[in-house]
């Protein structure tokens, strides 16, 4: 797998870790230790300024917690296809201020809050990996079509100085990432795709587990950026890790 060199879009004080160049044989020492669990995960909650939004609300979530591995496929953009989406999607649209604390919430399953008695919650421990998300700017945060979209990061946090990954810091706050909506953003309707890459088996071709999913949201407040983009499926190369 490669991964898109586009960077994040940062137009505040605040800057946002970035994933770091992997080298083969620290991959490989990740793939010994690990080991093939089933730890899957499906991101199915979002807060705002700390306040719930609800449980699947405005989440477009699969019926099953499985990996996209094939970058390829149009799977990879909200997922869906080998996982199923659960339809039809619920019509709530999230309103995020620029500048508001946005918490993604993952779990095991499809689990309203943390569950201690479930070893593999939010996902489990071997699933090493960077969390990145992306804005589409749509005419409706409703529309069902997600292909053809143009996506920009707003935030990505992937191998820290102490060696953890970004998924090491999710596991120890019960699920949930958070990151800042950055003041730029332009008003409007927004998919937008968070997304964990677990790295346990990207010494082998598709083996790097990516899991994605979409909400619908809606920035107030913002700003008149406009970012470079990528698009899904393309963002990804099939070999190697990054470009």
Not at 185 to 204: C, F
Not at 223 to 237: D, L, M, Q, W
């Amino acid at each position: 797998m490669q991964h898109s060199s586009t960077g994040v879009l940062c137009c505040t004080s605040t800057r946002f870790p970035v994933v770091k160049m992997i080298s083969p044989s620290f991959l490989l020492g990740v793939l010994s230790l690990s080991g093939y669990v089933l730890g899957h995960t499906i991101f199915q909650h979002v807060w705002v300024n700390g306040v719930s939004q609800g449980h699947l609300k405005g989440v477009r979530y699969p019926s099953f917690n499985g990996p996209v591995s094939d970058v390829t496929t149009n799977d990879i953009i909200c997922n869906g296809g080998v996982n199923p989406l659960v339809t039809p999607f619920d019509t709530t649209i999230i309103d995020i201020p620029a500048g508001a604390t946005v918490t993604a919430e993952f779990h095991h399953g499809l689990y309203p809050t943390y569950v201690p008695t479930d070893g593999d919650d939010p996902t489990a421990s071997s699933h090493k990996g960077p969390i990145m998300v992306y804005l589409a700017k749509v005419p409706s945060a409703l529309q069902t079509t997600v292909t053809g979209l143009q996506w920009f990061k707003i935030y990505e946090d992937g191998l820290h100085s102490d060696g953890t990954w970004a998924v090491d810091t999710m596991i120890a706050n019960k699920g949930k990432v958070n990151f800042q909506m950055p003041t730029c953003v332009a008003n409007g309707e927004y998919l937008m795709r968070v997304e964990t890459i677990a790295l346990h088996g990207a010494g082998s071709l598709l083996g790097a587990q990516f899991y994605m999913e979409c909400a619908q949201i809606r920035v107030t407040g913002g700003g008149n950026a406009s970012p470079s983009t990528v698009s899904f499926p393309g963002a990804y190369g099939q070999s190697g890790m990054f470009k």
